[in-house]
C-alpha cells in the first residue's frame, strides 16, 4: 500500500517568514495530494489540493508543488502570520478507483512566532 | 447546515467497557470514515463506508466495529474497550466519485483507563 513520509516534524519561525514542509509518497499511481490544517483542539480542514497533472498552485499564501518523478510534493507559505500556527498533514492517493482512501502524513506542527 | 457531528464530545471508560460513538452528516455525502488521531501518527484509517450498505477495513481496525445506519448516520462500536484505544476520533465524509475534499467532524476525545 500507499507510504506517506513527512518533514519535519516540528517547524519554528518567526513571523513574516517563509515555511515549507515536505512530503514523499511510495505509490506511483498516487494521482490526487491534499494538505489538511488543523488548528489546536479543531478538526482537520482542506486547505488546498493538487493533482498529479499539475506541477505547482496557489492559493493566496500558500502553495504546493508537485514532482512525480521524485514522488514528492511541498506545502510553501509564505509571509507566515501567528494565525498559521497549526498541525498540517498531507496525504496521498490514487483517486482515480470507486474507493477514496488517502495514506496521511504524520503531521507537521508549525510555529510561526510574533 | 451542521456538516459533520458526532457525539460524544469526550468520554472515560474503563478497561473492558463497550461504548458506541456516533456520526452523522447532513451534506448527502456517499462516503463516510472513522480515523483515529494519536500524538505523532498522524491520522488512521479505521473503517470505511464507500457508499450506503457497504464498509471496509482500514489500516487499524482491530478491536472496532461499524455501522453505516443510512446514507447520514456511521457509527463505530468498541466492544471491549482497551486503554491503546485511548484517542481522539474523527469521523469524515466526502461527496461524489469525482470530488475529493474530506469534511471531519469536531472529533471524539476517548480515555480509557
Known amino acids: 500500500g500507499e507510504n506517506v513520509e513527512q518533514h519535519p516534524s516540528t517547524l519554528s519561525v518567526q513571523e513574516g517568514d517563509s515555511a515549507v514542509i515536505k512530503c514523499t509518497y511510495s505509490?506511483?499511481?498516487?494521482?490526487?495530494f491534499p494538505w489538511y490544517k488543523q488548528e489546536l483542539g479543531k478538526r482537520p480542514q482542506l486547505i488546498i489540493d493538487?493533482?498529479?497533472?499539475?506541477g505547482e498552485k496557489k492559493d493566496q499564501r500558500i502553495a504546493v508543488t508537485l514532482n512525480k518523478t521524485a514522488k514528492h510534493f511541498s506545502l510553501h507559505i509564505t509571509e507566515t502570520q501567528p494565525e498559521d500556527s497549526a498541525v498540517y498533514f498531507c496525504a496521498a492517493s490514487n483517486a482515480s478507483g470507486g474507493s477514496y482512501i488517502p495514506t496521511f502524513g504524520r503531521g507537521t506542527s508549525l510555529i510561526v512566532h510574533p | 447546515n451542521a456538516g459533520v457531528t458526532q457525539t460524544p464530545k469526550f468520554q472515560v471508560l474503563k478497561t473492558g467497557q463497550s461504548m458506541t460513538l456516533q456520526c452523522a452528516q447532513d451534506m448527502n455525502h456517499n462516503s463516510m470514515y472513522w480515523y483515529r488521531q494519536d500524538p505523532g501518527m498522524g491520522l488512521r484509517l479505521i473503517y470505511y463506508?464507500?457508499?450506503?450498505?457497504?464498509?471496509d477495513k482500514g489500516e487499524v481496525p482491530n478491536g472496532y466495529n461499524v455501522s453505516r445506519l443510512n446514507k447520514r448516520e456511521f457509527s463505530l462500536r468498541l466492544e471491549s474497550a482497551a486503554p491503546s484505544q485511548t484517542s481522539v476520533y474523527f469521523c469524515a465524509s466526502k461527496r461524489q466519485v469525482t470530488t475529493y475534499e474530506q469534511y471531519f467532524g469536531p472529533g471524539t476525545r476517548l480515555t480509557v483507563t
Open positions: 463506508s464507500a457508499s450506503e450498505g457497504t464498509t
Open positions: 493538487i493533482r498529479s497533472n499539475v
Open positions: 505509490d506511483s499511481a498516487s494521482n490526487y
